[in-house]
Nanobody
């Protein structure tokens, strides 16, 4: 069974950092572009960042540029999202998604997604 499992969420104070992980089981991520998305209560899902299968191309939403970094370790079948300088408005459920097409995932379409991990930024 193909699965994506996110971890690393939690409660953090404003200005703090978290690193989210997206681990795959049942398939190898080598051939998949990966995206991180988030959804806050009462809001639409929004794309945070995405990375090509090789890791050579990345994309970030304007609201996280300079604060978040996406990376991947294909040997560990895992993609990461390093989140620094967190703000209360970053509070949301974050989930990762996979698709063979970087172009598709950059547009917000994907074949596989995880259950999400809660990130709460509050003092």
């Amino acid at each position: 069974q193909l699965q994506l499992v996110e971890s690393g969420g939690g409660l953090v104070q404003p200005g703090g950092s978290l690193r989210l992980s997206c681990a795959a089981s049942g398939f190898t991520l080598d051939y998949y572009a990966i995206g991180w998305f988030r959804q806050a209560p009462g809001k639409e899902r929004e794309k945070v960042s995405c990375i090509s299968s090789s890791g050579s191309t990345t994309n970030y939403a304007e609201f996280v540029k300079g604060r978040f970094t996406i990376s991947r370790d294909n040997a560990k079948n895992t993609v990461y999202l390093q989140m620094n300088s967190l703000k209360p408005e970053d509070t949301a459920v974050y989930y990762c998604a996979a698709d063979r097409s970087y172009a598709r995932i950059r547009l917000g379409s994907y074949d596989y997604w995880g259950q999400g991990t809660q990130v709460t930024v509050s003092s």
